[in-house]
């Protein structure tokens, strides 16, 4: 029997054997790895996000519920609203005070309407399309629309001869 005193060998049935050929990566630690690599590209990309793009969707999805939210107080208070452009912001005749908000979250959007938009009394009223830029860059455009008949929805601007 061996012992573990000095100059003594150990029994080859207790070395360990070596390993051969089996050398590399299991394949539960090339998917963590690649987890970990799709998580981190992924919230690189959502923290990247072009911010100019971003305000301006939020811009147009505030209107849209700023609008409908007139047109609903215009139907019961049975008094007409109206919503125009102005400046770095926009202005609702015919609330009552206070009114809603009446200046954009980002300084850099800007409306462009032909005319004024009429909210009602009426439950049905004229289509409507208010076109919302940005300052910053200007090919950047989303829509603010109704047909009258449905509520007001945000829309991005799509280019010709793209889907």
């Known amino acids: 029997m061996p012992t573990s005193a000095a100059g003594n060998k150990p029994c080859a049935a207790r070395l ?8 590399g990566f299991t394949l539960i630690e090339l998917l963590v790895v690649i987890a970990l ?10 923290a990247l996000r072009d ?12 209107l849209a519920a700023v609008l409908e939210s007139a047109r609903a107080q215009s139907r019961a208070s049975g008094a007409p609203v109206l919503w125009r452009a102005q400046g770095n912001g926009f202005v609702l005749q015919g609330l009552p005070q206070p009114s809603a908000p009446q200046a954009w979250l980002s300084e850099h959007t800007r409306a462009q309407s032909n005319a004024a938009v009429v909210l009602g009394p009426e439950p049905l009223i004229a289509p409507q ?8 860059q200007p090919s950047l455009r989303w829509h ?15 280019p010709v001869g793209r889907p």
């Open 144 to 158: 603010v629309r109704t047909d009258g008949l449905r509520p007001f929805a945000a829309t991005p601007d799509t």
């Open 51 to 62: 911010s100019a793009a971003s305000a301006l969707e939020r811009d147009a999805q505030r």
């Open 37 to 46: 690599i799709a998580i981190l590209s992924a919230g690189a990309s959502l």
């Open 129 to 136: 399309d208010i076109s919302l830029f940005s300052a910053q």
């Open 16 to 23: 360990p054997r070596p390993l051969s050929g089996a050398r």
